[in-house]
């Protein structure tokens, strides 16, 4: 299936209670969820989200976090 994001890439999450969030790609999780690695407070925790809830085209400042 095609997509625009790619293990490593940083990636904004747009909606939801983590909205401007940015995380790290990390795979595809079937056809309409991907898996990405969120860092707070010091600590690394794998999600898995919609892939429509996140961008890789977040030309704001934003930082992590």
Same mark, same amino acid.
Do not use: Q, W, Y
């Given at each position: 299936?095609? %997509?625009? #994001?790619? /293990? !490593?890439?940083?990636?904004? @999450?747009? /909606? !939801?209670? +983590?909205? &401007?969030? @940015?995380? =790290? #790609? +990390? %795979?595809?999780? !079937? ?6 690695? +969120? *860092?707070? $407070? &010091?600590? /690394?925790? =794998?999600?898995? @989200?919609?892939?429509? *809830? @996140?961008? &890789? &085209?977040? %030309? $704001? *400042? +934003? %930082?992590?976090?």
């Amino acid at each position: 299936f095609p %997509s625009d #994001f790619h /293990k !490593g890439d940083e990636v904004l @999450i747009e /909606k !939801g209670v +983590l909205k &401007n969030t @940015i995380a =790290t #790609f +990390l %795979s595809h999780k !079937g056809r309409d969820r991907a898996r990405i690695l +969120l *860092e707070v $407070m &010091n600590h /690394k925790a =794998t999600v898995d @989200i919609l892939i429509s *809830e @996140i961008s &890789n &085209n977040h %030309s $704001m *400042e +934003l %930082s992590k976090f």
